[in-house]
DNA sequence: TTTCTATTTGGTAAAATTTACACAATAAAG
DNA sequence: CTTTATTGTGTAAATTTTACCAAATAGAAA
């Protein structure tokens, strides 16, 4: 939503493209080099930030909907997607702590306050994840994003707290399961940088020399006949993910610790 | 809804009293000894089985829903619920083989066909288990509902198939992590017992040997001071689930296997 | 009373996995 | 050729899982 007559359409005629009530709420995790942040967006009208959302178009899937959202605030298209919970709860979304007035004016739309949009709606929550150094976050008329260190998230409009927790809570426990570091990592990486991967996000010390024997027993990455040079160091193996016993594990339900 | 003016008042304004576009389809399971069972209703409109489902009150959060959805099928309010999924992919409502006709004509209503349940409508999915046996399915005015056996279900209608794989993968899953036999299983119990609990949902064999020392190992159910009187055996020591125990589990992730 | 049958349960050895650490290997700069 | 910083192999100890044997027990049958 770039322009005001976009959003005035959007707020007149959205509910012909969007499903009414029901809305999307994606945490978009960033790690780079050793650090994970989330994305947060503040509407200009609101004091105080949320996790950047949208509304589902009627001819898409929910999956395509979340990839949208997400493409319209990373300008990424390939980052690692999953729904983790719906959130519904009466009252989970404050109007009255809404300006709608200043909201209108500073927008530019009318009709507002009395639109499809001010609705009990429900929230369907993503979660993904990519490079951060990779996205400059997008603004748009009615609302600006930011990275935010995860330990530096300031306390969230409506029940975005709770999404914050509930997605980094699935993010953690997904992580041992799907292939989600290999959309942090070059095609070809080092041990030391999938194990700084796994340390970040898990928030947790792993032995740097048990860990990889774990992931190389398990044949979910594998080892190259090339070396990385860097600098006055031993140079390193270069190690790639294994998609196809990745797959098969899935399948079978087998897990790391 | 058991008459046709109730439901003729939630065709016409159901919409005041319930979110539009949200439905709720519940996987309910049953177990009672060796057997899993889940319960299916059929619209007496429609050829072919689903799963029971409901609409969300605006005033209710979504658990208080699934309970109040699960209470109208079961009569049992006591059972264990968990949100798994959200599905709402176009096309996941095949409108064209629904017979808006017959169904008006059976129930004895009017203008369903242009009311607000006609229109594209996401579901969330909640399962529930319960001891099958203290359950006498409750049919109503426009469908009626019976408990199949889990490898006895036949193809079902939309999306159904879908939410019974995924329910099925959820609740496996989620048995070793949550309090779930509890609720399928006497305050009392025996080794023999509970181990059949597993070894059912699970679908797969469980050294009977091994199996409990692993439960009273890790604190989950402790040992009483009473046996049972099972005839011409040995009498079984019986067992309870150590809540505290479980919840603590649950704070800090601990799991079985 | 003794024997028999069916079931529960304690115990234990072997196998597999996880954890903890020591130190050798290596690349390049001084 | 010594120094520095980092990678990577190996191994022993601890823990957990797996696979079974055999003893205990309750009542029925002999």
């Known amino acids: 939503m770039d322009t005001a007559e976009e959003l005035q359409d959007f707020i007149t005629n959205g509910h012909k493209t969007f499903i009414p009530h029901v809305s999307m709420d994606n945490a ?3 790690y780079h080099d050793h650090q994970l942040k989330i994305l947060l967006s503040q509407y200009k009208a609101i004091e ?22 997400v493409k319209e605030r990373t300008g990424l298209d390939d980052l690692y997607l999953q729904q983790y919970k719906t959130f519904g709860d009466p009252g989970r979304i404050k109007w009255n702590e809404m300006d709608f007035e200043k909201f209108s004016e500073m927008a530019g739309v009318k ?8 609705d009990h709606t429900i929230s369907i929550g993503y979660y993904a994840i990519t490079d951060f150094s990779l996205v400059t976050p997008k603004s748009d008329l009615s609302s600006y994003c930011e990275w935010f260190n995860i330990d530096e998230v300031p306390p969230l409009l409506y029940d975005h707290d709770d999404m914050v927790k509930e997605s980094l809570q699935a993010l953690r426990q997904q992580l041992y399961y799907y ?21 970040t996000i898990l928030g947790k010390k792993l032995d740097i020399r048990n860990f990889p024997k774990k992931l190389v027993f398990l044949g979910l990455i594998k080892k190259l006949n090339e070396k990385r040079n860097i600098g006055p160091h ?15 594990a899935l399948e079978t339900g087998t897990t790391l610790t």
């Not at 105080?48 to 959202?69: N, S, V």
């Not at 009709?111 to 499809?116: A, L, N, R, T, V």
């Not at 292939?179 to 340390?199: D, G, M, Q, S």
Request: aromatic share 18%.
């Open 28 to 30: 978009i995790f960033g």
């Open 48 to 69: 105080g930030y949320c996790l950047p959302g949208g509304y589902i178009k009627r001819t898409e899937t929910l999956d395509r909907a979340a990839k949208r959202i």
């Open 111 to 118: 009709y507002f306050k009395d639109s499809w949009l001010m």
């Open 179 to 199: 292939p989600i570091a290999a959309k942090l990592l070059p095609e070809k990486f080092t041990l030391t940088e999938i194990h700084a991967v796994y340390e």
């Open 234 to 248: 031993r140079a390193p193996y270069l190690y790639k993910f294994d998609m196809k016993k990745y797959n098969k």
